[in-house]
């Protein structure tokens, strides 16, 4: 059997890549068990021991809201994380512009639009590998976090918010290579695809 993969689309991407450079890092998702943001709670838990001002925009709504609200609140993170519950994508589109850094935790994602749409404002992607779709989708392989290792991931974070230089040159690389899934550009594969039926 002929299989032909063709990837989900943007309508369109930020025409600069943003050049923040501060502590403020975004994930979005629904709120359940799959996405890991548990464990993304553990995270920022762990960077906030060598960054005091650390902040995480957390954007989805779902089941285990409370449970991760407790969760903040009994690390005493409620300072570090602000869960926005759901938002229109005007409203992300207005948070993701203070944000400098896309983080993903999830067990399992498939193509991952949401990352496509975090480098296509030309923020850094880092995400743990068991996240298959993002292993195509992040060029950087010394951002995919092997083991679901949270220390691991914390440190790459801090690492990389430590070194303006490489965060602008991923920003502008992701801000390039995800042009590749513009409408325009994809469109281009379908019609190859219905010529050649």
Excluded at 69 to 86: A, E, P, V
Excluded at 110 to 131: Q, R
Excluded at 144 to 165: S, V
Aim: with cysteine; glycine share 6%.
């Amino acid at each position: 059997v002929k299989c032909v993969w063709i990837p989900n689309v943007l309508d369109e991407i930020n025409d600069k890549p943003l050049k923040n450079i501060n502590h403020n890092l975004i994930s979005i998702g629904r709120l359940s068990s799959e996405k890991g943001f548990d464990e993304l709670i553990d995270v920022i838990g762990i960077l906030r021991r060598d960054i005091k001002d650390i902040h995480l925009d957390l954007i989805g709504g779902g089941k285990l809201h409370k449970a991760l609200q407790s969760k903040i609140n009994n690390l005493n993170l409620n300072n570090n994380i602000t869960m926005h519950g759901f938002k229109s994508k005007e409203a992300i589109d207005k948070i993701i512009r203070n944000d400098s850094l896309y983080v993903m935790t999830s067990h399992t994602e498939s193509f991952g639009l949401v990352l496509v749409e975090a480098m296509s404002y030309g923020l850094p992607c880092i995400a743990f590998d068991s996240a298959e779709g993002a292993k195509d989708l992040i060029k950087q392989k010394e951002l995919l976090i092997t083991n679901r290792n949270k220390e691991e991931m914390a440190n790459k974070i801090k690492e990389l918010l430590d070194n303006k230089k490489e965060m602008l040159k991923i920003g502008e690389e992701n801000h390039q290579n995800c042009q590749r899934y513009l409408l325009k550009n994809v469109k281009k594969d379908w019609i190859k695809l219905l010529e050649e039926g």
